[in-house]
């Protein structure tokens, strides 16, 4: 398997960094993605956007700890957690749960924030600056906000959980995964992932399809890309650097298995077996740390 030509310069004025465009081509979608390189403008919140995140629940971050790990965790609350205090500046009043890797988070570092509704299939991505943690959450100078497709979202009604709604149990943090942690990756309908640019900060961003679509194979995990909007957000900081992290959940018991290592996207062939996604191209992820515990905070409506 081969991969992408190495990107040369990390800026272009189009706003896409040098990974990104370097997938276009290989993708031969460079003119499609142009089109929408206005999206990638920096951004202010208004209108729409400050409509859609005063009524949603949901959240995922992505960030790193205090040694250095990135991970993508979940955040939740009532409707108005999520709030514009001006146009630059959003508000979370909500901090990741004791026992996520991130709820010791760090201020002052870039931040990759996915909000989504599962249940009416949209979602958005905001990616800033991590200006400020209190008691009470989290404080984002907003650098780029912009609506995603809802493709692949699984349907889902959810609302925030009761604090202890789970029981109380130590979170297993170790290097190494159990049958059970293979189980709930290959019973996955939906996957939340987190990747870094050296420059451009980091990002959350979310993967879907039947359940069985991400595979365990030996020591990795894969899955299909699929057709998408064409930014290749993703996949273009894969290029640049592999530090990537996963999210899996089991959405009717709350139960959660963060993972945080190196992916690497492999370009293989649109007929080769598996690839039900007809791209011809694959995210081998390979898990270095984990933390898995009863960490979601939602539950069945």
């Not at 929408?36 to 729409?48: F, K, Q, T, V």
């Not at 979170?171 to 996957?191: C, F, G, K, P, S």
């Amino acid at each position: 398997m081969s991969t992408p030509p190495s990107p040369q310069g990390e800026l272009s004025a189009v706003g896409f960094h040098g990974g990104e465009l370097a997938v276009q081509r290989r993708a031969g979608v460079t003119a499609l993605a142009a089109r929408l390189s206005g999206m990638l403008a920096p951004a202010e919140l208004r209108g729409g956007i400050v409509r859609f995140l005063a009524d949603r629940t949901f959240a995922a971050v992505t960030a790193r700890d205090r040694a250095g790990r990135l991970w993508i965790s979940p955040l939740a609350g009532p409707p108005g957690f999520l709030s514009a205090a001006d146009p630059t500046t959003l508000r979370i009043h909500a901090l990741p749960a004791t026992g996520d890797p991130l709820h010791d988070l760090a201020a002052n570092q870039p931040i990759g924030l996915l909000v989504i509704d599962f249940a009416v299939r949209r979602r958005i991505r905001i990616n800033g600056h991590l200006s400020a943690v209190d008691r009470t959450g989290l404080s984002v100078a907003v650098e780029q906000a912009y609506g995603n497709c809802p493709q692949y979202i699984q349907q889902r009604r959810l609302v925030p959980a009761h604090p202890g709604g789970h029981p109380a149990e130590p979170v297993r943090q170790a290097t190494v995964l159990t049958a059970d942690d293979w189980d709930l990756i290959r019973r996955a309908d939906t996957l939340l992932v987190g990747t870094t640019h050296p420059t451009r900060g980091n990002d959350a961003s979310h993967r879907g399809g039947p359940p069985g679509f991400v595979r365990v194979e030996h020591d990795h995990i894969w899955w299909p890309d699929y057709p998408g909007n064409n930014l290749f957000n993703s996949l273009g900081n894969l290029a640049i650097d592999a530090t990537a992290a996963l999210l899996f959940a089991d959405y009717g018991t709350g139960r959660t298995l963060h993972l945080s290592g190196t992916a690497a996207v492999d370009w293989t062939d649109t007929t080769t077996p598996a690839d039900e996604g007809g791209t011809g191209r694959r995210i081998r992820f390979t898990s270095r740390y984990l933390a898995a515990g009863h960490l979601l905070p939602l539950r069945p409506s």
